[in-house]
């Protein structure tokens, strides 16, 4: 698996370095109190350059983020909706499908604590999983990652444009979840 460390879990904001440490990818979302929130997400640039050692970013693409209406992808010169591009399944819509750029179904499973993308097909072949981080307590402390099977490293790209948004999806239900029970009206 190729593992990626993340800065925080909060994935909006975070800085997405392997296992070297080499930063990969980094996301920033400016905070507005009111209007729509995009998030950017950008990657690095290979750099040929040995005397420039500095490391240089492309955006790899936007997600905007709406509360009543589809949220939007930008990627790779395109706009879509994320009902479009990555629409719910199942009876709470806890799972996103997509297709990938290699023609292939995949699915995105938000489970309570964490989000799994598997194959979406018979086998059901797990392909990334996000694992929170752990303080130490109990076992090793760790950083947040995001484990991808090599099978679906020419779609890297997709598959943390994907990660982003269904995690950010996840974590909000979660917290939601968290507030109903504090105020006495939730499972």
């Known amino acids: 698996m190729i593992s990626f460390s993340l800065s925080t879990e909060r994935v909006r904001n975070t800085v997405i370095t392997n296992e070297q440490g080499q930063v990969i990818y980094k996301t920033n979302t400016p905070f507005k109190l009111f209007g729509v929130r995009t998030t950017t997400i950008q990657k690095i640039r290979p750099n040929d350059n040995q005397s420039h050692m500095q490391d240089q970013f492309d955006i790899l693409g936007e997600i905007e983020w709406h509360a009543l209406a ?73 950083k947040a990652r995001l484990e991808v099977s090599p099978e679906v490293a020419h779609m890297m790209d997709t598959v943390i444009m994907t990660f982003i948004y269904v995690e950010k999806l996840r974590r909000d239900k979660e917290e939601a979840s968290k507030n109903a029970a504090a105020s006495g009206g939730g499972p």
Do not use: M, N, Q
Not at 132 to 139: Q, S, V, Y
């Open 70 to 142: 589809s949220s939007k992808f930008r990627f790779r010169g395109t706009e879509v909706e994320t009902k479009e591009f990555i629409p719910k399944k199942g009876l709470w819509g806890r799972k996103r499908v997509f297709t990938g750029p290699d023609g292939r179904p995949y699915r995105w499973d938000l489970k309570r604590r964490v989000v799994v993308l598997s194959r979406d097909d018979g086998g059901r072949t797990e392909v990334a999983r996000f694992h929170r981080a752990t303080l130490g307590i109990i076992g090793k402390k760790r």
